[in-house]
């Protein structure tokens, strides 16, 4: 059961705009930055978005993320085939002595 | 260009121990802080440690806490894992990671290794 709620799976079709959620609380997302990442099949996982809704340098204006009290989206636009993986949320939780969490993953399929 | 490389796992025995390791280059390692993260087989991703840029603040999830203990080596460029009393539930690839800053805990894991697959199993 991970600290971060995600769906297990979303779907779009080429071209269409998807929205991946992430679902905390007041010790995570509510107080601090969120983070998504890409996992490609068969790869490491690569940094999507930074702090809520920065992109890091090479990342496409496609993708965008979003905060709201203690829940954030992942927004994918103009979508591709190659946007097809798993998408990871996580936050700094600031319980017990402070810690990392992830979201489950969702696995986005491109049909 | 900037690179992680894990290496060190392998199959071991319950309560055994198993040291990874991580090399670094590309960048000026004693400036960030680093990270374990870890993914069980078809699973998702788990932080496992993290350490400060001078080995000053560090910190554990607590499903490793007492048994794993990371480390670095700024000189070496390296970062470590030693992984003691080894549970089946610990079987994952472990990823070593970068964190964009210099304090485990102010910022996450800009870029990350290929992993090293830790199997524990008797």
């Known amino acids: 059961q991970s600290v971060l709620t995600q769906p297990p799976s979303a779907s779009g079709t080429p071209g269409q705009r998807v929205t991946i959620s992430c679902s905390g609380s007041s010790s995570n997302i509510g107080s601090n930055y969120v983070y998504w990442y890409q996992q490609l099949p068969g790869t490491a996982p690569k940094l999507l978005i930074y702090r809520n809704n920065q992109r890091p340098s090479g990342v496409p204006d496609r993708f965008s993320g979003s905060k709201s009290g203690t829940s954030a989206s992942l927004a994918i636009s103009g979508l591709r085939s190659e946007d097809e993986a798993d998408y990871y949320c996580?936050?700094?939780?600031?319980?017990?002595?402070?810690?990392?969490?992830f979201g489950g993953g969702t696995k986005l399929t491109v049909l | 260009e900037v690179q992680l490389v894990e290496s060190g796992g392998g199959l071991v025995q319950p309560g055994r121990s198993l040291r990874l390791s991580c090399a670094a280059s590309?960048?000026?390692?004693?400036?960030?802080?680093m990270h374990w993260v870890r993914q069980a087989p078809g699973k998702g991703l788990e932080w496992v440690s993290g350490i400060s840029w001078n080995s000053g603040s560090i910190g554990y999830a607590d499903s490793v806490k007492g048994r794993f203990t990371i480390s670095r080596d700024n000189a070496k460029n390296s970062l470590y894992l030693q992984m003691n009393s080894l549970r089946a539930e610990d079987t994952a690839l472990y990823y070593c990671?970068?964190?964009?800053?210099?304090?485990?805990?102010?910022?996450?894991?800009?870029?990350w290794g290929q992993g090293t697959m830790v199997t524990v199993s008797s």
């Open positions: 590309g960048f000026t390692f004693d400036d960030y802080a």
């Open positions: 996580a936050a700094w939780d600031d319980s017990l002595s402070g810690h990392w969490v």
């Open positions: 990671a970068k964190d964009p800053s210099g304090d485990y805990g102010d910022d996450a894991f800009d870029i």
